[in-house]
């Protein structure tokens, strides 16, 4: 597994949760990394990205609340998410990807449970 998610969890409406990942791959940098979520029913979808030029997109849902970071030398990415919602229950996968998109990393996910 070259790319793994920690910090998931359960929390109730307007708490906080950080999860972290990690992109393993031998000498690969990522150009990009970034969460998605997968909410049951649903498709993947974007929640944050960052690029090594420091190029950061968000979910519009998330704006404010969320808060991406990564360490380029380390190739690991952190978010913080705050103010948490219930309609934040997902499954929360980590990416890393090069910039042609040839490497095209996954994690294998974390659940986030926001209750009400």
């Known amino acids: 597994v070259e790319v793994v998610e920690s910090g998931g969890g359960s929390v109730q409406s307007g708490g906080s949760l950080r999860l972290s990942c990690v992109c393993s791959?031998?000498?690969?940098?990522?150009?990009?990394m970034g969460w998605y979520r997968q909410a049951p029913g649903d498709q993947r979808r974007l929640v944050a990205t960052?690029?090594?030029?420091?190029?950061?997109e968000y979910a519009d849902s998330v704006v404010g609340r969320f808060t991406i970071s990564r360490d380029n030398a380390q190739a690991t990415t952190s978010l913080q998410m705050n103010n948490l919602k219930p309609e934040d229950t997902a499954v929360y996968y980590c990416?890393?990807?090069?910039?042609?998109?040839?490497?095209?990393?996954w994690g294998q996910g974390t659940p986030v449970v926001v209750s009400s």
């Open positions: 990416n890393a990807r090069s910039e042609d998109y040839m490497i095209n990393l």
């Open positions: 791959r031998s000498q690969f940098y990522p150009y990009a």
């Open positions: 960052l690029t090594v030029r420091n190029r950061t």
